[in-house]
């Protein structure tokens, strides 16, 4: 089993629609959480960076994370095409001092306007 | 906010050449950074922890003699792909954390894409 699964699609959405992407992982020692997204030949750029269980949002993307379960999740509102992308989940062991990623292998999303 | 950059962005070499990409810090002193190497369709797999003035860190499979990591400075990092071949060609990614009290975010570079023909 990989440390951390994701699906990768693709997800295709109309314009407006409310997405849901998610991701689940094996191992308890993770405890920072981060979605990337990254665009066609560029580099993953930062959305959300979560430590505790709940949830946190920011604009229209409310990051979720539920620790028990092992699962994160990342909702988008409102959705637009510029929000096409493939989105990646990362974690890592500890915030402080050691930040090697682990990935999710990316969910391809498309906004169909 | 802070700046990875990386270059070449894009780069083309011949079988059997090396070819050095590098990796900077523009605003902020990067005691750690990491490589990643990503193929078509993939997920990112980290290749190796690089940390200022001290030998790099390979992951299991990664070849240190093939891909040479030098962190001489804390705000620049090099990896030179050394004798490259096809299998080579990927899309190579770095990322740099902040020295402690710097902030606490992992900032990435926009990536290279190298070609090996």
């Known amino acids: 089993q990989k440390e951390v699964e994701q699906d990768p699609g693709p997800l295709s959405v109309p314009e407006g629609a409310i997405v849901s992407l998610n991701c689940t992982y094996s191992?308890?020692?993770?405890?920072?959480f981060m979605w990337y997204r990254q665009y066609s030949r560029k580099g993953p750029e930062l959305l959300m960076y979560t430590y505790s269980s709940g949830n946190k949002e920011d604009g229209r993307f409310t990051a979720q994370v539920d620790k028990s379960s092992k699962y994160i999740s990342l909702f988008i509102r409102d959705s637009q095409p510029s929000d096409s992308a493939t989105y990646l989940c990362a974690m890592t062991r500890s915030g402080a001092g050691s930040y090697q990623l682990t990935f999710g292998k990316g969910t391809k999303l498309s906004v169909i306007p | 906010g802070a700046v990875v950059s990386q270059h070449p962005s894009r780069v083309i070499c011949k079988s059997g050449t090396s070819v050095k990409i590098e990796c900077r810090s523009l605003?902020?002193?990067?005691?750690?950074m990491f490589w990643y190497r990503q193929f078509p369709k993939q997920s990112l797999m980290l290749m190796a922890t690089s940390n200022e003035g001290s030998k790099a860190t390979y992951e299991q499979g990664v070849e240190k003699d093939k891909f040479l990591i030098n962190h001489a400075s804390l705000t620049l990092s090099t990896l030179t792909v050394t004798s490259a071949h096809p299998e080579d060609s990927s899309f190579y990614i770095c990322s740099a954390t902040p020295r402690a009290g710097q902030g606490n975010t992992i900032y990435f570079g926009e990536g290279s894409w190298l070609t090996v023909v």
């Open positions: 191992n308890s020692a993770f405890q920072y």
């Open positions: 605003d902020f002193q990067a005691t750690t």
